[in-house]
C-alpha cells in the first residue's frame, strides 16, 4: 500500500491530510487493482503505480466531500446526482 511518506516527498502532494490519505488510499489502491485485472496496464514509470494510487486518493477524498445535484424532489423525497464519478476516477487513472 502506498504511504503518506511517499505521497508527500515523491508525488508532492499536499492535498489531503495523512488521515484524509489513510482512509481513501485503499479505495484507490483497490480501484487500481480492478482496472490491472480487466485491462493489461504498463506504467510509464517505476513509481508510475504508486503515483496513479495518489492521484485517485485525492479524487475520491474530492469526491466524498461533493455530491453534484442533478434534480431533487421534496414529495416523497427524491434526488439524483448528475454521475458517480467514474470517469474522473478513470482519468485520474
Excluded: H, W
Amino acid at each position: 500500500m502506498v504511504a503518506y511518506d511517499f505521497y508527500q516527498n515523491t508525488y508532492l502532494g499536499s492535498a489531503l491530510s495523512q488521515a484524509v490519505f489513510e482512509k481513501t488510499v485503499a479505495r484507490a489502491e483497490a480501484y487500481i487493482g480492478k482496472l490491472e485485472r480487466t485491462y493489461q496496464v504498463t506504467p510509464g514509470c517505476p513509481d508510475g503505480r504508486s503515483l496513479a494510487v495518489c492521484a485517485l486518493a485525492e479524487e475520491l477524498a474530492k469526491q466524498d466531500t461533493r455530491r453534484d445535484i442533478s434534480s431533487a424532489s421534496v414529495g416523497d423525497v427524491s434526488v439524483r446526482y448528475k454521475d458517480d464519478g467514474q470517469k474522473d476516477l478513470y482519468r485520474c487513472a
